[in-house]
């Protein structure tokens, strides 16, 4: 099932294409009649992570709307937190998954967290930092035997989540902590030198007392993280990058070259917004984030139908994947003649606010005339925002018990998915409409267009062949204004297409 973006205008920024990741569902925006919000006020896009790609922060605030901004505007995925109640509920709140969280620990307080707080990553952080005559500095220096109590404890008690530690300096204790760990994360500093620290510099030399650095304090860390990969094996699978001053660009492309499946920002300061943007440029520069047009959707849908009851009543159900501080919706109709949808008397649905747990709903409207209809949802979220759904047909001049699938515009799937190396695109057109059907990468490059014509109603089926590509995540999208006056708005959906290699 589609849900339309409605607009009035759009800015096209031709590096990107704008595309609905992650959702089943694309959602439309429409203007309020009521007088709520502008969307004129919010962001022009929000980025969304890849499926199999963790991007995590260290955030600089754990308030529910500051988290809720880092997910659903900048994309991350993942987010560190310490064993504290409201920095848990926080994140859940704010709609971040519990296995994507990463929960710091120390000293003996790991008992509390691991039996409180179900999260995928328990988290040392510089468990084995020296100074650079190779002296302890600071009270948190953890033994062998210390680091296995930690890791046996978490294997014990939360079987599905991973002991994480990370280190800097002197490396040769950081290859025997690597034995008590699930995953190593090494954190390449930028800059030592401003921050008054130690000028030996993190370095990845083994062996020698004193192991003198050899890496400059720049934000370019790749030999470093080469040599962790080389040393660490699979174990080195996140990397830190310095929310002040990394060079994203080459670490996002290098985290992938070496088979990385998470990157973190981190930053003792507020994060600033034009860091912020160059981290999630490089993210979708090099297959981590989608950039997608518009700000982030209150709402990912599901399913929706509409079923024939009797000729007075119809019953409308639908789900949503996720939702973000969604207040709830107004159902709404029209007969199959008139332009403007109507809202139905006293159909209110409340919904969850935010949540990433899928969500059932249900409405029944018994004072339906015989007669063609179309069912559409209005969500309004808790900032006053407004979206429309796609609308939903219906004839309760029907039998009853039928439920229909069909949209009032333009229904749109492919199979197989994951295919190689064809696959069929399919698409459903009510009315005869002008047809544009695009496939794209990951950057927003096109790769071919399939269809550029007028298309007559019903359904068509149009083949698209990979064999000239590289295995990977790509998009098509079908764009359909109808020609024959009867439907009302053009309607923009994409999809994703996985090519299996």
């Given at each position: 099932m589609v849900f339309?973006?409605?607009?009035?205008?759009?800015?096209?920024?031709?590096?990107?294409?704008?595309?609905?990741?992650?959702?089943?569902?694309?959602l439309g925006r429409g203007g309020d009649p009521t007088g709520a919000k502008s969307s004129a006020t919010v962001s022009e896009?929000?980025?969304?992570?890849?499926?199999?790609?963790?991007?995590?922060?260290?955030p600089d605030a754990w308030s529910v709307e500051r988290l809720t901004e880092l997910r659903t505007q900048y994309g991350f995925s993942g987010v560190l937190?310490?064993?504290?109640?409201?920095?848990?509920?926080?994140?859940?709140?704010?709609?971040?998954?519990?296995?994507?969280?990463?929960?710091?620990?120390?000293?003996?307080?790991?008992?509390?967290a691991v039996d409180s707080f179900a999260v995928g990553y328990y988290y040392i952080d510089e468990p084995v930092e020296h100074d650079c005559a190779g002296n302890p500095s600071g009270a948190r220096l953890y033994s062998p035997g210390e680091l296995w109590?930690?890791?046996?404890?978490?294997?014990?008690?939360?079987?599905?989540?991973?002991?994480?530690?990370?280190g800097y300096k002197r490396c040769s204790h950081n290859r025997i902590a690597s034995g008590y760990a699930h995953v190593m994360m090494y954190s390449g500093y930028e800059n030592w030198n401003s921050a008054w620290l130690p000028t030996c510099y993190p370095n990845m030399g083994y062996g020698d007392d004193l192991e003198a650095g050899w890496i400059p304090g720049d934000g370019d860390q790749r030999d470093s993280w080469s040599d962790a990969r080389s040393v660490y094996g699979a174990k080195y699978s996140m990397a830190w990058m310095n929310g002040g001053g990394d060079e994203y660009d080459v670490l996002m492309g290098h985290a992938r070259n070496l088979g990385l499946n998470g990157v973190w920002m981190y930053n003792p300061n507020p994060i600033d917004p034009g860091r912020l943007e160059q981290f999630c440029y490089a993210a979708v520069n090099h297959g981590w984030m989608s950039r997608v047009e518009g700000p982030p959707l209150p709402v990912v849908f599901g399913d929706f139908t509409a079923m024939v009851i009797d000729r007075q009543t119809v019953r409308l159900e639908w789900q949503t994947l996720s939702e973000i501080k969604s207040y709830g919706f107004t159902i709404q109709r029209r007969q199959y003649k008139e332009k403007e949808f109507h809202d139905v008397p006293g159909a209110f649905v409340p919904a969850h606010g935010t949540t990433v747990q899928p969500h059932d709903y249900a409405f029944t409207d018994s004072a339906v005339s015989p007669s063609r209809w179309y069912y559409r949802l209005k969500l309004v979220d808790l900032d006053g925002e407004i979206l429309y759904s796609e609308a939903r047909f219906v004839n309760t001049l029907r039998p009853a018990g039928?439920?229909?699938?069909r949209s009032e515009f333009g229904s749109l799937q492919n199979y197989p998915n994951p295919f190689n190396p064809t696959t069929n695109i399919q698409f459903d057109l009510p009315s005869s409409s002008r047809v544009r059907l695009s496939v794209f990468n990951v950057l927003g490059e096109s790769i071919t267009t399939l269809v550029d014509s007028d298309l007559p109603a019903g359904r068509h089926a149009v083949r698209f062949d990979g064999s000239d590509l590289a295995g990977g995540v790509y998009f098509y999208r079908l764009q359909a204004q109808p020609i024959d006056g009867e439907q009302t708005g053009a309607i923009s959906i994409t999809r994703k297409l996985i090519l299996a290699r």
């Open positions: 339309a973006r409605i607009s009035i205008s759009y800015v096209v920024r031709a590096a990107f294409l704008f595309v609905m990741t992650l959702s089943v569902t694309a896009y929000h980025y969304e992570p890849l499926p199999g790609r963790l991007v995590g922060v260290w937190i310490v064993p504290a109640k409201h920095q848990y509920q926080a994140a859940l709140d704010a709609g971040f998954a519990p296995e994507n969280m990463m929960m710091q620990i120390w000293d003996n307080n790991y008992v509390y109590d930690r890791l046996k404890y978490i294997e014990a008690h939360r079987p599905d989540a991973k002991f994480v530690i990370s039928i439920t229909e699938s």
